[in-house]
């Protein structure tokens, strides 16, 4: 059963500090998607991570994805208040017919402070 | 205007009371896709389909159905809701979820509560 752990749970950032959420999972997978959920909203893809070594990059915020230490990595640069949100990252597994099955982490809570 | 939506967006009921909560879209995607969301549990997945007449269980399945008869309507069916499926629904759709994967688009979720 593939399990999706993130970390931290939470994370205090300082505006203008580099920070970086972490997504481990635990059977072979080589695509990743990360989402943004703001308070009492829906969720926004942010990255889809297809392939090892992937990476991607919108603003401050920088996706990577390692396959072989089922890893991902989603990096923010010089925190700005509009980053304050809850992040998800989540595998996806082949399951047949009926398409892939796709497994979310607990998500990491992002509150920048001034 | 692209979009998933959902209804209704807020429902109380009672235990035992089966109901509906409706998902369309369109967007003409293949993929669609229910899941709840908990705290401190993220989001699980409840059941997908890829395409109209193909379903499958997601991790959480128990007490839900589902039934894909055309392409942009997935409902999700609960035939004797009971407390613990006291949660925030969410539809969601993607051109597909294999192979070329590409963004999934979320609906703006259904916060059910049953007594």
């Known amino acids: 059963e593939l399990k999706v752990e993130q970390n931290p749970l939470f994370l205090s950032m300082q505006e203008g500090k580099n920070y970086t959420i972490y997504c481990n999972y635990s059977t072979t997978s080589d695509r990743l998607y990360w989402y943004r959920q703001d308070p009492g909203k829906s969720l926004e893809s942010l990255f889809v991570?297809?392939?090892?070594?992937a990476v991607k990059q919108e603003g401050r915020l920088m996706a990577s994805l390692d396959t072989k230490a089922r890893l991902s990595t989603l990096h923010i640069t010089a925190a700005v208040h509009d980053l304050s949100a809850t992040y998800f990252c989540?595998?996806?597994?082949?399951?047949?017919?009926?398409?892939?099955?796709?497994?979310f982490g607990g998500g990491t809570r992002v509150l920048v402070k001034p | 205007e692209a979009q998933v939506t959902q209804n209704p967006r807020y429902l109380i009921t009672v235990t035992g009371k089966k109901l509906t909560v409706t998902c369309s879209q369109n967007m003409n995607h293949e993929y669609m896709s229910w899941y709840r969301q908990d705290p401190g549990l993220g989001l699980r997945q409840i059941y997908y389909?890829?395409?109209?007449?193909?379903?499958d269980k997601g991790d959480v399945p128990e007490g839900y159905k589902v039934s894909r008869k055309e392409k942009r309507n997935f409902p999700l069916i609960l035939e004797s809701p009971s407390p613990n499926q006291t949660s925030l629904y969410f539809c969601a759709s993607s051109p597909r979820l294999a192979g070329i994967s590409k963004t999934q688009y979320f609906g703006p979720g259904t916060r059910l509560l049953v007594l």
């Open positions: 389909s890829m395409n109209v007449e193909v379903t």
């Open positions: 991570l297809l392939s090892n070594g």
């Open positions: 989540a595998v996806e597994s082949y399951s047949g017919a009926a398409g892939n099955k796709l497994t």
